[in-house]
C-alpha cells in the first residue's frame, strides 16, 4: 500500500469511505477503512471489481470477507510478517494502555488527596496542622510528577519502538514488491505499475506508455546443459543489462520500470514514451545480451550464447491493462517463431 493523496484529497476519500463501511457487517477497523479507502479513491481496480461482485444486489460484507479482500488487494506484506509486526504494535499500544491507566489512577490519588488538604486548610487548623498538611502537598506533588515522568519516558519509549516497526513495514513492503533473485520488480510490483499507467494515461497518445517483454531464448536446456545455480547465474546477468538499459534510457525522464514478470520472462515499462524509443531499448538489450559470455564458476571456458527474444507495444487509447499486456506477450511469440533473437513491434492500430 503506497498512499500519495494530498490531506484535502484524503479527507475527501474519509468522508465517501466511512458510510459504506458503516453498512458493512464488519467491525470498523483499520482493514475495513483500507479497503473502502482504496474503493473509493479508484487506485485499485482489482479491489473494485471485487468489491461490485460481492456488493451486488444490495449485498454486504462480513469480517470474514473483509479480511479476505484486503490480504488478497491491499496487504502487500507477507503474512507471517505481517502477524508480528501488528503483534508489535499490539504490545507498543498495550504498554502505553498500562501506562496511562498508572497515570490515570496517580492522578486520581493525587486529586483525592488535594481535596481532603484544601478541607483541612480551610479548617482554619492549628499551625503544626497547617505545616504537616503543606508537607504532605508538597511530597505528593513530588510523587505525581513522579509518575507523569516516568509516563513520559513510557511514551517516548513507545514512540521509538513505533519508529521502529514502522521502518520494518517499510521495508517488508519493499521486500514485498522485489523479485529476491534478481532485484528487479517482481510480478506484483509490475503489475501495480501497470493498473497505473493504463488508468492514468498521458492525453498525448504519441506519449502513451509502451511495454517491452522479453523471453530468454532456449532457457529449458540451458537449466539442463548446466543445472539450475547456472540458470540462476544467466538470469541475474540478463536483469543486470535489464537494469543498465532501463537506467540509460531515463536520463532525467520518467523512471522506466524493470521487472522479472515470469521464470525467464523480463519486462521494460515505460510509463510514457514513443514507439520507437520503446523499440531501441527492446533491440539494446537484444544486442547487449547477445554480446555477453557467462561463464560457470567452475571454468574458464565460455559457454553459447545466451540471446533473448522481444516484443513491444503501445497503450491504445481507452485500452486495458490486460489487453496491452497481451498484445506486448503477442509480439513476443512473434519474435520466438521467426528465428528468436530479435525485436517484433505490434503497433497501436
Not at 488478497?72 to 503483534?87: F, T
Request: proline letters at 3%; aromatic letters at 6%; one cysteine or more.
Amino acid at each position: 500500500m503506497k498512499y500519495h493523496d494530498s490531506m484535502a484529497r484524503s479527507a475527501e476519500h474519509l468522508r465517501a469511505a466511512l458510510p459504506l463501511m458503516t453498512k458493512q457487517r464488519a467491525a470498523l477497523h483499520p482493514a475495513s477503512y483500507a479497503v473502502w479507502y482504496e474503493f473509493v479513491s479508484g487506485s485499485n481496480p482489482k479491489l473494485n471489481q471485487a468489491l461490485q461482485i460481492h456488493t451486488a444486489g444490495g449485498n454486504t460484507l462480513d469480517e470474514a470477507q473483509t479480511w479476505a479482500l484486503y490480504r488478497e488487494h491491499v496487504c502487500d506484506l507477507d503474512p507471517a510478517l505481517g502477524g508480528k509486526i501488528a503483534d508489535g504494535f499490539s504490545q507498543v499500544l498495550d504498554s502505553m494502555a498500562t501506562s496511562a491507566a498508572q497515570a490515570g489512577q496517580e492522578s486520581a490519588r493525587f486529586d483525592n488527596s488535594l481535596s481532603a488538604w484544601v478541607e483541612q486548610l480551610l479548617s482554619n487548623p492549628p499551625a503544626q496542622t497547617q505545616a504537616d498538611v503543606l508537607q504532605e502537598l508538597l511530597s505528593g506533588t513530588r510523587e505525581i510528577r513522579g509518575a507523569l515522568s516516568e509516563l513520559q519516558q513510557r511514551l517516548d519509549s513507545s514512540q521509538g519502538e513505533i519508529h521502529s516497526l514502522r521502518e520494518e513495514v517499510q521495508r517488508a513492503r519493499g521486500e514485498a514488491l522485489l523479485d529476491a533473485l534478481t532485484g528487479l520488480a517482481n510480478r506484483r510490483a509490475f503489475d501495480q505499475h501497470l493498473q497505473q499507467c493504463t488508468s492514468n494515461p498521458p492525453g498525448d497518445s504519441a506519449l502513451a506508455p509502451c511495454l517491452v517483454l522479453g523471453d530468454i531464448d532456449f532457457f529449458k536446456q540451458v537449466n539442463d546443459s548446466y543445472g539450475h545455480a547456472f540458470g540462476d547465474r544467466v538470469l541475474r546477468a540478463v536483469a543486470q543489462t535489464l537494469k543498465g538499459v532501463a537506467a540509460q534510457a531515463d536520463k532525467g525522464q520518467e523512471t522506466t520500470i524493470a521487472a522479472r514478470v515470469g521464470g525467464e520472462e523480463f519486462a521494460m515499462l515505460l510509463p510514457s514514451g514513443n514507439l520507437q524509443q520503446a523499440q531501441a531499448m527492446a533491440e539494446t538489450m537484444r544486442s547487449c545480451v547477445a554480446a555477453s559470455r557467462i561463464r560457470r564458476g567452475d571454468t574458464e571456458q565460455d559457454i553459447r550464447r545466451v540471446t533473448i527474444s522481444l516484443g513491444v507495444t503501445q497503450l491504445r487509447a481507452g485500452e486495458c491493462a490486460e489487453t496491452f499486456f497481451k498484445r506486448a506477450d503477442r509480439a513476443l511469440y512473434a519474435s520466438k517463431h521467426t528465428g528468436r533473437n530479435c525485436v517484433t513491434v505490434l503497433a497501436a492500430a
